[in-house]
C-alpha cells in the first residue's frame, strides 16, 4: 500500500475516534460553561494544568522509547511491553501513595486546602491514564486502531454520561425532592465541579480495566538491561515532554498567581474556555500524532523515507491552515461552543489555533533526533522554548492578563 495512503488511513481511524472522543468531551464545555461561572470553571482549568504535568512526569519518555525498540526483533516484544509497562506501574505505585500520604499539604499548597479529595482523585487519574500509555502504544504498533477507537470512545462516552448525570438529572431530581432519599445519598450539591473530576476518575479506570481485560497479557516480563537502555533514551524525552507542557499549561498555574486576586480564578476559567475552541485544530494533530509515530519509526529504513516524510509535512500544514481559516471565518457561529460569560476571551482563539499548528510541525520536524537517537537535541530545544514561555509570562501576566491591554486602561477594568 502507498505509504502516504497508509498513514492517511490510520490517521483517519485514529483522528475518527479522537474527534468522537473529544467531541463528546468538549461537548460538556458548553454543558459546564452554563452551569459554573467564569471562577468555577476556573478550578477546573488550573487543576487540570497539573495533570497535564504530573502525566508527562509519569511516562518519562516511556511511550516514545516503547516504539523506538518494539520493532528491532519480534521475539524481543514482549520482553520490550513488559519492561515498559511494569516499569511504568512501579512508579506509578510510589507516586500515588506519595499524593494519598501528603494530600492535605498539596491541597493547601495549591490553593485548596479544603479540598484535600481534590489530590486523591487527581493522583489516581494520573496513575490510571500514566499505565494505560503503553497498552494503547502497543495497540498502535500492532495496528489495531479499530480496538484502540472501540476503548476511546466507549470510556469517554462513560464520562460524558456520569456528567450529564451528575450536573443535569441528579440536581434536579435533588431541587425537586424526586426519590429523594435515594439522591441524596449519592448527591451533594456541595461537591460542585468536583463531579467532572470524579466523571473523568471512573473513565481512567474503566479505561485501563477494558485494556487488561481485551489486550492479551502474556506473562511479564522485567529485562534491567534493556529498562536502562529505554531510560537513557527516554530521559531527554522526559524534559522535551516537560518543557513542551510548560509552554501549553503552565500560562493557567501562572494566571492565578500573578493575577489580581478577585478576578485571578475568573481569567483561568474565560482563557481555558476559549482555548478549548481550537478544537478541531488539537483533534487532528492528536490522531495524526497517534498514527505518526509508528508510522516514522517503522518507515525509517525505506529508501525514500525522507521525502515521505516530507509530503507527510505538506499535507499536514495543508490540512491545519484549512482548519485555521474555517475556524475564524465562521467564528460567530464556533463562539456559541461557550457561555455568553466567556466570549470577551474569543481574541485568543486565533492566536492559539495558530500556536497548535506550528506545534504539529515542531512534532514532524522532531522525528530526526528520535530516529538518530539524539533525543538530548529535543530536551535543548524544549527547555529553550520554556525559558521563553516562563520569561515572557512572569513579564506580561501582570501587565495584559491572558488578552491585550490597550496602554492606560486597567487589567481589571479590561477583564471584566
Known amino acids: 500500500m502507498n505509504p502516504l495512503r497508509k498513514l492517511a488511513g490510520q490517521t483517519a481511524i485514529y483522528g475518527t475516534s479522537t474527534i468522537v472522543a473529544r467531541l463528546l468531551i468538549y461537548f460538556l464545555v458548553p454543558i459546564h460553561t452554563r452551569i459554573f461561572n467564569p471562577d468555577q470553571y476556573g478550578v477546573v482549568g488550573y487543576l487540570y494544568a497539573y495533570v497535564a504535568l504530573l502525566l508527562v512526569l509519569l511516562t ?30 512501579a512508579t506509578s505505585l510510589v507516586f500515588v501513595t506519595v499524593m494519598i500520604m501528603m494530600a492535605q499539604p498539596i491541597a493547601k499548597l495549591i490553593g485548596f486546602p479544603q479540598h484535600s479529595e481534590y489530590v486523591v482523585w487527581f493522583a489516581l487519574m494520573i496513575v490510571f491514564d500514566a499505565i494505560c500509555t503503553i497498552p494503547f502504544a502497543r495497540l498502535r504498533a500492532m495496528n489495531r486502531p479499530k480496538m484502540f477507537a472501540f476503548i476511546k470512545i466507549f470510556t469517554i462516552g462513560v464520562c460524558f454520561l456520569l456528567n450529564i448525570i451528575f450536573l443535569y438529572i441528579l440536581p434536579y431530581l435533588y431541587r425537586h425532592n424526586i426519590i429523594f432519599g435515594i439522591v441524596s445519598f449519592i448527591y451533594n450539591p ?39 537502555r529505554m531510560l537513557k533514551y527516554a530521559l531527554p524525552l522526559l524534559i522535551f515532554g516537560f518543557a513542551g507542557n510548560i509552554n501549553e499549561t503552565f500560562d493557567r498555574i501562572l494566571l492565578p498567581y500573578l493575577s489580581p486576586p478577585d478576578i485571578a480564578m475568573s481569567q483561568v476559567g474565560i482563557y481555558s474556555a476559549c482555548y478549548k475552541i481550537s478544537i478541531l485544530m488539537t483533534i487532528v494533530i492528536q490522531g495524526f500524532k497517534y498514527a505518526a509515530e509508528p508510522f516514522f519509526f517503522s518507515y525509517a529504513k525505506e529508501k525514500d523515507a525522507k521525502k515521505v516524510y516530507a509530503d507527510v509535512m505538506k499535507y499536514f500544514v495543508i490540512v491545519c491552515s484549512l482548519i485555521f481559516l474555517g475556524v475564524m471565518l465562521y467564528i460567530d457561529l464556533v463562539k456559541h461552543f461557550v457561555g455568553a460569560k466567556f466570549y470577551e476571551g474569543l481574541t485568543i482563539v486565533p492566536i492559539l489555533l495558530l500556536a497548535n499548528m506550528f506545534l504539529g510541525i515542531f512534532y514532524n520536524l522532531s522525528i530526526w533526533y528520535k530516529l538518530t537517537d539524539k533525543t538530548r537535541f529535543g530536551a535543548y530545544l524544549s527547555i529553550f522554548g520554556a525559558i521563553i514561555t516562563l520569561g515572557l509570562n512572569f513579564l506580561l501576566i501582570p501587565i495584559m492578563g491572558y488578552i491585550w491591554v490597550l496602554p492606560g486602561q486597567p487589567l481589571r477594568a479590561t477583564l471584566r
Open 60 to 89: 518519562y519518555g516511556m511511550e516514545t522509547a516503547f516504539f523506538r525498540y518494539y520493532d528491532n526483533k519480534a521475539q524481543d516484544r514482549d520482553r520490550i511491553y513488559g519492561t515498559t509497562l511494569l516499569s511504568l506501574v
Open 190 to 228: 456541595s461537591v460542585g465541579v468536583g463531579y467532572i473530576f470524579i466523571a473523568n476518575l471512573v473513565s481512567s479506570g474503566l479505561t485501563l480495566l477494558l485494556l487488561l481485560v481485551l489486550l492479551p497479557h502474556r506473562k511479564l516480563s522485567f529485562d534491567f538491561t534493556v529498562w536502562k
